[in-house]
């Protein structure tokens, strides 16, 4: 699989989710309004994320990059996850998609 399409895991009751090294983009909304989602790691290899892909994933509290900073429009909507990320990754900044960017090591 090298992308997960708009809407894919619409609704769905998961509280966690891996998206593998294989995955390349993640296309809108694909993981909206998922009511129970608390964390997601994004596989190294995600290069762009659609619009809105996290909207209405209220709960969400922790994304966590494997790769480099991927392009992204507007990721979260209702959703206001910390991101972590790798050390030795690149083009990260303080924030991405509005919310705060922190090292691995700094997860609770």
């Known amino acids: 699989m090298t992308h997960i399409g708009a809407d894919a895991f619409k609704t769905e009751s998961m509280s966690h989710l891996e998206v593998p090294n294989s995955v390349v983009k993640i296309e809108r909304r694909a993981f909206y309004g998922?009511?129970?989602?608390?964390?997601?790691?994004?596989?190294?290899?995600?290069?762009?994320?659609?619009?809105q892909a996290f909207w209405f994933s209220k709960r969400l509290a922790a994304v966590t990059f494997?790769?480099?900073a991927p392009k992204a429009e507007n990721p979260f909507y209702k959703a206001t996850p910390t991101i972590y990320r790798k050390p030795e990754a690149k083009g990260w900044g303080e924030t991405f998609g509005g919310q705060p960017v922190k090292l691995i090591s700094?997860?609770?």
């Not at 998922?34 to 619009?51: D, H, K, P, Q, T």
């Open 106 to 108: 700094e997860k609770p």
């Open 66 to 68: 494997l790769g480099d």
């Open 34 to 51: 998922m009511e129970y989602l608390n964390s997601i790691v994004i596989g190294a290899g995600v290069e762009s994320i659609g619009n």
